[in-house]
């Protein structure tokens, strides 16, 4: 399985960014898909989840009411729209994926790096 991070950027605080995660090879599997940042000089933190369906999100309480995941499978993409942006937000994103039957994110992009400026 191979993921394609896209659509970071540089925007102001305040602006939105919308986040791609395309997935290819073996997407036959059931599988959930998470996107992790890491900040400079901070260790990868969850940023949020969405189940195989897409009926079950999760969020990290700082990006609670401000991120939007979602995906379609059909183009085997994962979207993260990113609203409200505070220089915080600012890392690389990482979008992850966790084969259901495996239960680990065993697969990960490359990241793209979003750059929020005060």
């Known amino acids: 399985v191979q993921l394609q991070a896209s659509g970071g950027g540089s925007v102001q605080a305040g602006g939105f960014l919308r986040l791609s995660c395309a997935a290819s090879?073996?997407?036959?599997?059931?599988?959930?898909v998470g996107w992790f940042r890491r900040a400079p000089g901070k260790e990868r933190e969850f940023v949020s989840a969405?189940?195989?369906?897409?009926?079950?999100?999760n969020y990290a309480d700082s990006v609670t009411g401000r991120f939007i995941i979602s995906r379609d499978n059909v183009k085997n993409t994962v979207y993260l729209q990113m609203n409200s942006l505070k220089p915080e937000d600012t890392a690389v994103y990482y979008c992850?994926?966790?084969?259901?039957?495996?239960?680990?994110?065993?697969?990960w992009g490359q990241g793209t790096l979003v750059t929020v400026s005060s």
């Open positions: 992850a994926l966790k084969i259901v039957r495996e239960g680990v994110y065993g697969y």
């Open positions: 090879g073996r997407t036959s599997s059931s599988y959930d």
């Open positions: 969405i189940s195989s369906s897409g009926g079950n999100t």
